[in-house]
């Protein structure tokens, strides 16, 4: 069964650095990886979507890796902003009908 | 615009009162499902449809359920709702198996006395 970690659960930064967040998963039979953004309480908004056949995704300050060798992607944020304070999410889709989630990272950006 | 619309998004309800959630998206996708969003535990999948007529159940369907009568909404059935059914709740959508990605709902906030 696809299990999906993402390390750090939490991470508190100031503003302006550049960051990295982990996501990494135990079957690398994957269609593909997607990156999500949620709010407190809020819906979940998509970010960047990496099929299994693409190294990378770009999306203004935003880059997102694949690796499938190694079971492994990382969501780069740069020039960290306040606004950028949300959870991050990671979701896998395989051969199942069931993506699976990480539990997601939480950041703050403080001023 | 494309997108995936629940209602209601806010419910407080009691024990045992039967209630559906509702769920619709306009993009012609095939796949839809439901999610539960608990503190520490993540999402959850509840249930699943790969298209009319044809659901599946998740990880956590114990309790509910969907139906898929039309190919653009698909709601979630609590017949006898319970306290710890209390949690935020997420429709979702994509084509086929989720290979362009998936699209969320706003959410529904469900609280069970």
């Known amino acids: 069964k696809q299990e999906v970690t993402q390390i750090p659960a939490a991470l508190s930064v100031p503003e302006g650095e550049n960051l990295v967040l982990n996501c990494s998963f135990t079957?690398?039979?994957?269609?593909?990886l997607q990156w999500f953004r949620q709010d407190p309480g809020k819906g979940l908004t998509s970010l960047l979507l990496?099929?299994?056949?693409?190294r990378e995704q770009t999306s203004g300050r935003l880059n997102a890796s694949l690796d499938k060798s190694s079971g492994r992607s990382t969501l780069y944020i740069a020039a960290s902003q306040p606004g950028d304070s949300a959870t991050y999410l990671c979701?896998?889709?395989?051969?199942?009908?069931?993506?699976?989630f990480g539990r997601g990272t939480s950041l703050i950006v403080h001023p | 615009e494309a997108q995936v619309t629940q209602n209601p998004r806010y419910l407080i309800t009691v024990t045992g009162k039967k209630l559906t959630v509702t769920c619709s998206q306009n993009?012609?996708?095939?796949?839809m499902s439901w999610y539960r969003q608990d503190p520490g535990l993540g999402l959850r999948q509840i249930y699943y449809?790969?298209?009319?007529?044809?659901?599946d159940k998740g990880d956590v369907p114990e309790g509910y359920k969907v139906s898929r009568k039309e190919k653009r909404n698909f709601p979630l059935i609590l017949e006898s709702p319970s306290p710890n059914q209390t949690s935020l709740y997420f429709c979702?959508?994509?084509?086929?198996?989720?290979?362009?990605?998936?699209?969320f709902g706003p959410g529904t906030r469900l609280t069970v006395l």
């Open positions: 979702a959508s994509s084509h086929g198996q989720g290979r362009r990605g998936q699209f």
């Open positions: 079957d690398s039979a994957i269609y593909n």
């Open positions: 990496i099929q299994s056949s693409q």
């Open positions: 979701a896998v889709s395989g051969g199942s009908y069931i993506p699976t």
């Open positions: 993009m012609n996708h095939e796949y």
């Open positions: 449809s790969m298209n009319v007529e044809v659901t």
